[in-house]
């Protein structure tokens, strides 16, 4: 006689059968700048002079007036318990006027939703808005979490691809090619992380016009909102088409322009229904924000631009110093970024030769020979949907800018 209480823990459950770790999480690639920049410091600290440009990270110090406010928020018991989820009411009210300032539309507190950092807040705006086998319309080149985020969704990325010759900025009739009854969303990142593209107001208000038409969801990533060169104006989407604030999310952060990379303060912005419910996911994923980084942050976004206006002159003078240097690496092709702090050359005229000995036939295979031998550390195409590319970050010191690529230049000339 048997009852179902007589079952075999081994037949019920055939661990040797099963994998570790499950598909979902198992699936997702390691980032490549972030595994470019550690490669890069472990070889620093073993004693090699390795030059990295593969961090999208500034290399100020946060402002000192931030730091002083963080520094007083330590000592405030209020701060030593949880917060509300959704951020505290001060952090979201400075987001939402910031993004009145910069936008041209009125934001409500409520609108605004304070995440662990930028990347959180791609992940949760996926998550919140995608069932599975929705899809994205994702141009690339493209930020290498966008399409790791859009599959822990239960989502597709569908790639659209715009080369150096477009300036690396998508048409309206590749988009429309590529749309389906699938697709759900629209991933547009203005300035752009990998290629420092800045899309005019005029591009931005055919797409979003076209997006409305058609009932897509936009998820606009303006982390770099605050980093234009050459009198290039920041464009928001919702400022030229006011009308998708129904279907819209703004996504941004304090890292990149505020040099807080390592306080993880970000925040998406939206329809107060969409917030609510990436605010429930929050609530049973992270909780709050830590409460010192965003009283950090309240103080970033309040307090006086001169800091930033600085750091963005120099970014500016790095920026022309990197186009002009790279412009001399034989079989490169570089367009000049107008945003953000990358350039993101064209490599395919230096591959399919023989370098020092290694036959280089891919932008991963280039970059891998580069670090070997001139030890430069730079990230390949691959990484952002579009071989045959480089990423270089020019947020390094102007000396380091320098001897990295002259470098390259005397390797790939040799």
């Not at 007589?6 to 390691?30: E, Q, V």
């Not at 936009?218 to 129904?246: G, K, N």
Request: charged share 20%; aromatic share 6%; hydrophobic share 45%.
């Amino acid at each position: 006689m048997t009852t179902d209480d007589d079952r075999s823990p081994a037949a019920s459950f055939p661990a040797a059968d099963r994998a570790r770790i499950s598909r979902r999480i198992s699936s997702i690639a390691p980032s490549a700048t972030l595994a470019v920049d550690a490669t890069a410091k472990a070889l620093k600290a073993a004693g090699r002079p390795v030059i990295g440009f593969g961090a999208g990270e500034p290399d100020f110090p946060t402002p000192a007036h931030i730091v002083d406010a963080a520094r007083d928020a330590v000592g405030d018991p209020a701060n030593h318990r949880y917060s509300p989820t959704a951020g505290l009411p001060a952090l979201r009210q400075a987001v939402a006027d910031s993004a009145t300032r910069m936008g041209g539309l009125t934001v409500e507190p409520g609108q605004v939703l304070i995440t662990n950092g930028g990347k959180q807040a791609v992940y949760q705006a996926f998550a919140t808005l995608l069932d599975p086998g929705d899809e994205v319309l994702l141009p690339a080149p493209y930020w290498t979490t966008y399409p790791e985020a859009i599959r822990l969704a239960g989502g597709r990325e569908v790639t659209v691809l715009a080369g150096a010759d477009q300036g690396y900025l998508p048409s309206l009739a590749q988009l429309e090619a590529s749309r389906t009854h699938a697709t759900r969303a629209i991933l547009l990142c203005s300035p752009s992380n990998p290629t420092g593209a800045v899309m005019s107001a005029d591009q931005l208000r055919e797409i979003g016009q076209w997006a409305l038409e058609h009932g897509l969801w936009v998820i606009s990533d303006e982390i770099y909102q605050h980093l234009t060169y050459d009198d290039t104006p920041f464009t928001s989407v919702l400022s030229v088409v006011p009308e998708l604030a129904d279907s819209t999310l703004v996504l941004g952060g304090v890292a990149k322009t505020y040099a807080m990379t390592g306080w993880r303060v970000g925040w998406m912005i939206g329809p107060e229904d969409v917030i609510a419910a990436a605010g429930n996911l929050q609530s049973h994923l992270t909780s709050n924000v830590n409460n010192i980084a965003q009283r950090a942050a309240i103080a970033a976004l309040n307090g006086p631009m001169e800091p930033i206006d600085q750091m963005r002159e120099a970014f500016d003078r790095r920026r022309r110093l990197m186009v002009e240097k790279l412009s001399q690496v034989p079989g490169f092709t570089v367009p000049t970024p107008t945003g953000a702090f990358y350039a993101f050359p064209d490599v395919h005229g230096a591959l399919g030769k023989e370098i020092r000995g290694t036959h280089v036939e891919t932008s991963t295979e280039l970059a891998a020979v580069i670090l070997q031998e001139a030890e430069v550390a730079a990230v390949p195409g691959e990484a952002f949907g579009a071989p045959g590319h480089l990423r270089f970050s020019y947020a390094l010191s102007d000396e380091d800018l320098a001897e990295g690529i002259d470098r390259v230049i005397a390797l790939l000339g040799s």
